[in-house]
DNA sequence: ATAAACGCCTGACGGC
DNA sequence: TGCCGTCAGGCGTTTA
């Protein structure tokens, strides 16, 4: 489920997690670990693992690009849903002592003080998770943050100036900018009128910025609405309400009426509106 | 340098 | 009901 949007929407929630629970992971201490698929561990074996994240404490959560930044005490914990990827925050015990039981898509759990758990639910087991001393080993070869205020329309087109790709894979494409996946980046090129196949070194100045306008503005109304919900891993978000063209093909264009295509672009399903995105 | 093909996985859905 | 193909919010590796 994950893009930027659902990423934000979910680091907010660890942050802030609905008072009346007491669910909020910030200050307490990992105490068990429960490795349910072992690939889910990007860089160590699970027994390593174990070994060096139980007994730290989280100090806080953020996010990177799709990444989950969890910093513990001394390493930091690193969550990247991919596909199908989601956190449950429970009880780790009933109010007779016994222990909730473990999901069947459930594949890490992190127990924690005052009976607290996070599950780390993963159907597809494509997501990852890393502990490392040092977040940068793994985030800093990411592109710029798109909401990043110093990133500005001139900035972003000589960015697009530097490649000569397909727009929507290397927007798409992590080392570029850093959170697009499949849905945000359809609904942006729609908004900004761009084919998804447009070169990007042969955009002008005033599209470079139209488009990273359109980025922004997906991507904050997707994290207004706490994200987009669709397929069987629900996240209470809304965005999937707001979508112009993604999942919509054969229906007609808001703007002009036009039937939506759906079309391959780098191996992703891809959604225009034929007329008002032209090569 | 760019892009396609493929692998990794499970589940939902539609057609027959 | 079951079987089959297709599709799915991602990304790394290999091949062309």
Redesign the pocket.
């Known amino acids: 489920?994950?893009?930027l949007?659902?990423v934000e929407t979910i680091a907010r929630s660890l942050r802030n997690p609905p008072v009346q629970a007491d669910f909020s992971i910030i200050g307490r201490e990992i105490q068990k670990i429960h490795v349910l698929w072992e690939?889910t561990l990007a860089n160590l074996p699970p027994y390593i693992f174990i070994k060096r994240a139980q007994h730290q404490t989280v100090q806080e959560v953020s996010r990177r690009?799709?990444y989950l930044v969890i910093k513990l005490s001394t390493d930091s914990l690193l969550i990247?849903l991919?596909?199908?990827g989601d956190l449950r925050t429970e009880n780790t015990l009933d109010a007779s002592g016994t222990p909730f039981p473990i999901k069947?898509?459930d594949r890490l759990v992190l127990e924690f003080d005052r009976n607290i758990r996070l599950a780390f639910v993963n159907?597809?087991?494509?997501g990852r998770v890393w502990l490392v001393s040092d977040p940068e080993e793994i985030l800093g070869s990411l592109g710029p943050e798109p909401l990043d205020r110093h990133l500005n329309g001139k900035k972003f087109h000589s960015m697009l100036q530097?490649?000569?790709?397909?727009l929507k894979?290397?927007i798409?494409d992590?080392h570029f900018l850093a959170g697009?996946?499949?849905?945000y980046t359809d609904e942006a090129l729609f908004l900004a009128k761009l084919h998804p196949l447009t070169?990007?070194?042969t955009l002008s100045e005033e599209d470079g910025g139209v488009l990273l306008k359109a980025i922004q503005f997906v991507l904050m109304e997707g994290i207004r609405k706490n994200?987009?919900?669709?397929?069987?891993?629900?996240?209470g978000?809304d965005?999937?309400n707001q979508f112009n063209v993604y999942g919509r093909s054969g229906e007609a264009c808001p703007t002009c009426g036009t039937h939506i295509q759906?079309l391959v672009?780098?191996?992703?399903?891809t959604h225009i509106c034929p007329n008002c995105q032209r090569l």
Do not use: C, T
Request: aromatic share 8%; no cysteine; hydrophobic share 25%.
């Open positions: 489920m994950p893009e949007p659902e690939r690009g799709k990247h991919r596909m199908s069947k898509h159907p597809r087991k494509f530097r490649h000569k790709r397909q894979p290397l798409m992590q697009m996946g499949n849905i070169r990007s070194h994200g987009a919900s669709i397929d069987w891993v629900y996240r978000g965005f999937q759906r672009v780098g191996q992703r399903g």
